[in-house]
């Protein structure tokens, strides 16, 4: 079954409200500072110990930029010093180590993603460094089955250095263009040409990587409905496998480049409603699937077949073809899953540093889930990738009565099946087309950790 989607302005706006992405659940704002290394240790021992011990998921955080791109709420560090990735590799290459020894090496990784910040601000040497050690210590597969990603900043690579990351090992490439238009380009910090972004991607082509991902932004300065199509031709010149098209969260108060924005120049909420439905009208017509949460992809890509089977997965890079892995990631701020945990690592260099230095896991705080949090989190998963629940296998899964556990969700669920944003029946949950545009707030009533004070840190849902 491919996902439809139908857009109704209506429904969107009444349902509009602040919400979690669900890349985690419980989302990260509840972890929290009594969770220790001990925690997480006992964690990766019972991760090894499972019948079938899962594979794995390394994530590696590369926190620096060369430019600060105002719109961004990511995790990073400014800087033009290049030298500053010498002793982050040290201690990254040091994590490793305190990490590769906790699990078993007989458990595969599925899948690498390199994030940042920008991973392509560190030269060759050093990434290639950074995969050897990485190999030294996990089980890499050698054989290009694996989900190997990094994202590029065209700004900061050549084509040969695409060619390089493919040599290294990496076969999924994800680059942010964001906007082709100068005005708008100007006003985030963002200079980019054209050329430059089509000479990775056609790098890439050449260099058979498996997948080429365009990251683009809606609700930026100055773009309209017929700036932002305009962006959509030039893209479509390089035929990418996947589009991701964000919503710009404009939240300054959260996160300081976004200060340097102009409010006055965001286009108003009812044109970026026109923008999204002009994007979706575009991108269906030239054959993309919408497959959930702000992603597109060609009816033959991996992730369209893995959701028409029921096979998709969605963690914290984002959705995946690949079974449910003990997510290990390392780096400042990178946020492990394992077991039934989450952890996260400290924020800044310094303490980095300082915890490496004493032989600590680099730890800030962290999540244990209950029972009751593990079968929510599988449910909201399972809505949020495949539009749909199969409430009999819930049950046998759990052994529970479904009707009687969400007797509340349920019932709130009826306005929304009133509305057609979802059918139930005495089996399954269906998102139905106009409702895939809203699954956050499907999924914010299972959510039972949702208040109204954890609500304010959210962004918009549209
Ligand atoms: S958007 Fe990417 S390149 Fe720009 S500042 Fe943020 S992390 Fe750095």
Redesign the pocket.
Known sequence: MQQKIEFKPELIKRYDKAGPRYTSYPTANLFNAHFSPEDYCAAAARSNKEVKPKPLSLYFHIPF?NT??FY?A?N?I?TKRRDRATPYLDHLFREIKMQGALYENSRPVDQLHWG???PTFLNHDQMRTLMEKTGQYFSLMNNDKGEYSIEI?PREVTADGVHFLRDIGFNRLSL?VQDFDAKVQKAVN?IQSEEITFTAINAAREAKFKSVSVDLIYGLPFQSVASFLTTLDKIMQVDPDRLSVFNYAHLPTLFMPQRRINEEDLPSAAEKLEILQAVIQYLTDKGYVYVGMDHFAKPDDELVIAQNKGQLYRNFQGYSTHADCDMVAMGITAISQVNNIYSQNVRDEESYYQMIDEGKLPLLRGFVLTDDDLLRRDLISQLICNFRLDMDHFMTKYTLDFARYFKKELSLLKTMQDDGLLQIDDKTITVLPPGRLLIRNICMTFDAHLNDNQKIRFSKVI
């Open positions: 930029c600060v791109c961004c990511c990073k400014v940042g910040g920008t900043d942010g963002r």
